[in-house]
């Protein structure tokens, strides 16, 4: 079976890449590349609109991607210096065997001692490239697959689909492969959906996901959405759709979703990931429903626990925690509003640790509250803190 799923992985990239090459006057670059059997070998093709670089060190991508050495994204001249020009890649081989991959965007340069093959379509050449990441291994597979991906006018998304569905590569190879997909001109958005419903692959789906979760696409949004109420998803893959819908481009309409769904969630990562996708999100709202699953008591005490961190958080004041510390009845719980005390820091926060302090408590919870008192200064907090230890 595994042999059977290869060959079909293997034919997909080739039909794909057979399919970018129909303008490469019958695979002239790779008869180019292979004459040089040990050595360097350059050539260079027109990049994607919004590339750029400085030709040597550094390149820029239309997503404000950065890559290379000697990077300060922060130095406006920098960013000034960054120039739009052909993309280059300087090929090692030894033994006609690739072992080394590097790409340059900007002003045309050359290295020194490599044969250079100058300008080539970039069709022909995002179509080695992507041949080159079929059947590499390591590296140069995935180095291949930039260049491959920010070639002019390349439509690489078949091929990456098949590399990523390939069970036979590294995992290391399939997620660049996924990464890439979602960058591809020739819409990588739909492919990566299905890769993310993907039942029999559960790594493959969640590496889907979690792409997915950072694409501004509409599509991706509507994708997670769909998948926070799918019962039929594994586990994995929910808790990696509620996690991601809770990203920087959460929503106060996604963070209701979330409340909505949570008690139709039977696992536990889902559930925990439900928890932290709306803390992200903040707001009042928010926090009084972290703070009501917190006090839910056929809540596994985990989730509880998790509930009351993530709310402070949220934005939950110090005395709404104090209000929590006398709502929730067990040490583990009460425990945790003690830490979340120390973490919010108010006034409030303080008078209420200096309560428990002082307080007929559990001796375990009079502990942690003098240690997270630890965390505040002042006269009264000394006084408070004198008189608890010349306690008997």
């Not at 739009?84 to 006609?96: K, S, Y």
């Not at 950072?214 to 997670?224: E, I, K, M, T, Y």
């Amino acid at each position: 079976m595994r042999q059977a799923t290869t060959s079909v992985a293997a034919g997909a990239i080739a039909l794909a890449v057979a399919a970018g090459t129909a303008c490469a006057q019958g695979g002239t670059l790779e008869r180019r590349i292979a004459s040089v059997p040990t050595g360097l070998v350059e050539f260079n093709f027109a990049s994607s609109e919004d590339t750029c670089g400085d030709g040597l060190r550094w390149m820029r991508t239309s997503d404000d991607s950065w890559y290379g050495s000697s990077i300060n994204t922060s130095d406006p001249a920098m960013r000034s210096q960054c120039a739009r020009g052909p993309l280059r890649v300087l090929v090692t081989t030894e033994d006609r065997e690739i072992v080394r991959l590097e790409s340059f965007v900007g002003p045309l340069q050359h290295a020194d001692g490599a044969t250079n093959l100058g300008a080539v379509p970039a069709r022909e050449a995002s179509a080695w490239l992507l041949g080159v990441a079929a059947r590499a291994d390591g590296r140069p597979a995935r180095d291949a697959l930039m260049p491959a991906v920010l070639a002019d006018s390349s439509r690489p998304s078949a091929a990456l689909l098949a590399l990523a569905r390939d069970i036979d590569r590294s995992r290391e190879t399939r997620r660049s492969a996924i990464r890439w997909l979602a960058r591809a001109p020739d819409d990588g958005v739909a492919p990566l959906t299905q890769l993310a419903g993907d039942r029999d692959d559960t790594w493959l789906g969640r590496e889907a996901t979690r792409v997915l979760a950072r694409s501004g696409d509409p599509r991706a949004r509507a994708f997670l959405r769909s998948a926070v109420n799918d019962k039929q998803l594994p586990e994995e893959l929910r808790a990696a759709a509620i996690a991601g819908l809770g990203g920087d481009m959460a929503t106060g309409a996604d963070a209701k979703l979330l409340r909505d769904s949570y008690r139709t969630l039977t696992g536990q990562k889902s559930k925990d990931a439900a928890l932290a996708a709306v803390s992200a999100v903040g707001g009042s709202v928010n926090v009084q429903w972290l703070m009501a699953v917190a006090r839910e008591r056929d809540e596994p005490p985990a989730l509880r626990r998790r509930a009351i961190t993530l709310a402070e958080r949220a934005g939950a004041t110090g005395s709404q925690l104090a209000a929590l510390y006398d709502a929730v009845d067990d040490t583990d719980a009460r425990g945790a509003v003690i830490t979340a005390l120390g973490q919010e820091g108010s006034r409030p926060a303080r008078d209420k640790l200096i309560a428990i302090a002082q307080s007929t408590e559990l001796a375990p919870l009079r502990r942690r509250a003098i240690t997270a008192l630890d965390r505040f200064d002042g006269v009264e907090v000394r006084e408070a803190l004198s008189g608890v230890a010349a306690r008997p």
